[in-house]
């Protein structure tokens, strides 16, 4: 296993999809979405399946950008959820505990 700037090199590769995606979920996709106004499912569908396959073992140190990417999603969708009119608050609050229970998944507890 090769450690390079922080990355084992082996980890980068193994969830770079999934980055890729959780990266592209704030530029284009779901969160992009909600700061734009509007809720799209199938793009949350997409960010939620990338958080679930990402795969990093209990023991592994976890790269920073995906840290970045991650940490302020559930604070995120929680502030946006009084744009949505249209969407129940219940249903938000879900989505919302949906995607934080998956970032607990990748982080643990303390």
């Known amino acids: 296993m090769i450690?390079?700037?922080g990355q084992y090199i082996n980890e980068m590769c193994k969830n770079k999809q999934q980055i890729e995606e959780i990266s592209n979920s704030w530029d284009t996709g779901f969160l992009n979405q909600l700061r734009e106004g509007a809720f799209s499912r199938e793009l949350y569908n997409r960010l939620y399946s990338?958080?679930?396959?990402?795969?990093?073992?209990?023991?592994?140190q976890i790269d920073?950008?995906?840290i970045?990417?991650?940490?302020f999603i559930p604070i995120f969708m929680y502030r946006m959820k009084e744009y949505f009119p249209d969407i129940p608050s219940k249903e938000c609050d879900a989505l919302r505990e949906q995607l934080e229970n998956a970032i607990e998944r990748v982080f643990g507890y303390p």
């Open 3 to 5: 450690y390079i700037r």
């Open 50 to 60: 990338a958080i679930m396959q990402l795969d990093i073992q209990e023991h592994e």
């Open 64 to 66: 920073r950008e995906l």
């Open 68 to 71: 970045r990417l991650l940490w």
